[in-house]
């Protein structure tokens, strides 16, 4: 049974071409996020969808592009990819928006921009 | 400017003796803690949280340390196992419309068996 899936696991790409990476959640939660861990192996938040709209963007180019199809799935796409986007991205989901709200991730995207 | 900080990069410990992993946080706005724990290849796990109401959260072998005067939480494992050898992460929810998480750098803890 898997809470928060993600595909592909790995992606390796050519700078310059467009790629997406999909999540979807069988928890029933009305909250998904992206994040990005980088070469340093930080955590950070890129974008944050509550019953499909978007109510975080973090300083993320407008390159990266989500797309929330409905509550349960939310994809990120990536034009013009640049070396620099190479890392792991994890999708999350949680619960809510007031309180404390345990998220739950997927197990990561690697990308590789050559 | 890093907000959660977790300033020991790895930790070794003995089969059987306590684990100790410290974070350290700026914001005082914060007001819950959750600490993660990520095997390679896989998307973090949550392990254990705290409110800022309490100073103290048990869960089996893990208990979760608050002292927010210090702005200081640790988790301790006793008795670590072998099997609890992975990236611990701390970590804390915004106060503001989304809650997203803020992540500490990770402590990766190695238990010898």
């Known amino acids: 049974d898997t809470a928060v899936s993600q595909t592909p696991k790995y992606l390796v790409t050519q700078m310059g071409n467009d790629k997406s990476i999909k999540c979807e959640q069988n928890?029933?939660?009305?909250?998904m996020y992206w994040y990005k861990q980088d070469s340093k192996k930080f955590l950070k938040i890129m974008f944050s969808y509550n019953n499909k709209e978007l109510i975080i963007n973090e300083t993320v180019p407008n390159r990266f592009s989500p797309k929330s199809p409905d509550k349960a799935h939310l994809n990120l796409h990536i034009n013009s990819l640049e070396l620099g986007d190479s890392a792991v991205y994890f999708c999350?989901?949680?619960?809510?928006?007031?309180?404390?709200?345990?998220?739950?991730f997927g197990p990561g995207t690697r990308l590789t921009v050559l | 400017d890093q907000q959660v900080k977790q300033n020991s990069p790895s930790l070794s410990v003995q089969e059987g003796r306590i684990s100790i992993l410290n974070c350290d946080y700026t914001?005082?706005?914060?007001?819950?803690f959750l600490w993660y724990k990520k095997y390679p290849a896989e998307g973090p796990t949550f392990l254990i949280s705290i409110s800022s109401i309490k100073d103290k959260n048990e869960d089996g072998r893990f208990t979760v340390f608050l002292n927010k005067s210090a702005k200081h939480l640790s988790l301790h494992i006793v008795p670590s196992q072998p099997g609890d050898s992975a990236v611990y992460f701390c970590a804390a929810p915004h106060s503001g419309s989304a809650r997203q998480l803020t992540f500490g750098s990770g402590t990766q803890l190695t238990v010898l068996p």
């Open positions: 914001n005082s706005m914060f007001d819950y």
């Open positions: 999350a989901s949680s619960q809510g928006l007031a309180g404390p709200s345990t998220q739950y």
């Open positions: 928890l029933g939660h009305d909250t």
